[in-house]
């Protein structure tokens, strides 16, 4: 089992917070009597100030990896360290808070509220993180300057092209200050000019907001400007 004292030796030597660290992580899933492994032993870490991609095929095993990183589900083995603190071992309720406060997600789809404009959506995250309302107003004008719709603040979904909803999306997903941001196929669903305006904006709130990012994707033209690139296959990872 990996101890404090390693994770600080694992710091002292790099001289960053590592902010995620993963040993030997194994997923497996029973359908009916078939016993199917999914991760097959994942190592990785994850420092303050990174950008780092998940790339592989579809079925590799990115998605429940994700999940795991943001405590939607647990090892079936293994360990997986956040902020210091050993993930693997909590309750429901403990990750729920966690996840809520210190974490932030974006999805290929949206997962924007319809009938809310661009700043009701971000007000609504701040709301759902227990943040004080007398925060809210420069905290959502902030957050949706940050990603470039300082001019579109009060449009919803459905008035916005999809690279805007996605940056909606961001800013929403940043407005509580969350350490890590988990990113599902962020760009899967745009063309590729609107995929690089969020390829950029990534990177500025990395710079500005302190945030790390951890991301999947299909997408080869993205990867150059990831810190560290994961290759997956078939539930591990391979060097390239
Ligand atoms: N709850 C579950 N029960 C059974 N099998 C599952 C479950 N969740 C995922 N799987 C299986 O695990 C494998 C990996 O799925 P996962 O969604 O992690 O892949 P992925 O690399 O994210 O794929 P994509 O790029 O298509 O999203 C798939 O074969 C999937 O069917």
């Given at each position: 089992?990996?101890?404090?004292?390693?994770?600080?030796?694992?710091?002292?030597?790099?001289?960053?917070?590592?902010?995620?660290?993963?040993?030997?992580?194994?997923?497996?899933?029973?359908?009916?009597?078939?016993?199917?492994?999914?991760?097959?032993?994942?190592d990785?870490?994850?420092?303050?100030?990174?950008?780092?991609?998940?790339?592989?095929?579809?079925?590799?095993?990115?998605?429940?990896?994700?999940?795991?990183?943001?405590?939607?589900?647990?090892?079936?083995?293994?360990?997986?360290?956040?902020?210091?603190?050993?993930f693997?071992?909590?309750?429901?309720?403990?990750?729920?808070?966690?996840?809520?406060?210190?974490?932030?997600?974006i999805?290929?789809?949206?997962?924007?509220?319809?009938?809310?404009s661009?700043?009701?959506?971000?007000?609504?995250?701040?709301?759902?993180?227990?943040?004080?309302?007398?925060?809210?107003?420069?905290?959502?004008?902030?957050?949706?300057?940050?990603?470039?719709?300082?001019?579109?603040?009060?449009?919803?979904?459905?008035?916005?092209?999809?690279?805007?909803?996605?940056?909606?999306?961001?800013?929403?997903?940043?407005?509580?200050r969350?350490?890590?941001?988990?990113?599902?196929?962020?760009?899967?669903?745009?063309?590729?000019?609107?995929?690089?305006?969020?390829?950029?904006?990534?990177?500025?709130?990395?710079?500005?907001?302190?945030?790390?990012?951890?991301?999947?994707?299909?997408?080869?033209?993205?990867?150059?400007?990831?810190?560290?690139?994961?290759?997956?296959?078939?539930?591990?990872?391979?060097?390239?």
């Amino acid at each position: 089992m990996l101890g404090s004292a390693s994770l600080e030796g694992v710091t002292d030597v790099v001289g960053e917070e590592e902010l995620l660290v993963v040993r030997g992580v194994h997923r497996s899933f029973q359908t009916g009597s078939r016993k199917i492994d999914v991760l097959k032993g994942i190592d990785m870490e994850l420092r303050s100030g990174q950008l780092i991609m998940l790339r592989g095929r579809s079925g590799s095993g990115k998605t429940t990896l994700l999940n795991m990183l943001g405590g939607l589900d647990q090892p079936s083995k293994g360990e997986i360290y956040f902020r210091n603190r050993p993930f693997h071992q909590w309750g429901d309720d403990q990750r729920t808070s966690v996840r809520r406060k210190e974490m932030g997600f974006i999805f290929q789809a949206f997962a924007l509220m319809p009938l809310l404009s661009a700043w009701e959506n971000v007000e609504l995250a701040l709301r759902m993180a227990d943040i004080p309302r007398t925060e809210w107003k420069e905290r959502v004008q902030h957050c949706l300057e940050l990603v470039g719709l300082g001019k579109r603040m009060h449009h919803r979904p459905f008035e916005l092209s999809g690279g805007e909803q996605q940056r909606v999306a961001i800013a929403k997903a940043i407005a509580h200050r969350p350490a890590l941001l988990l990113a599902d196929e962020p760009t899967a669903e745009l063309d590729s000019q609107m995929g690089a305006q969020v390829m950029n904006v990534f990177q500025n709130i990395i710079k500005t907001e302190k945030v790390s990012i951890c991301m999947t994707t299909h997408d080869p033209t993205i990867l150059e400007v990831a810190d560290r690139v994961y290759e997956m296959v078939d539930g591990r990872f391979v060097t390239n």
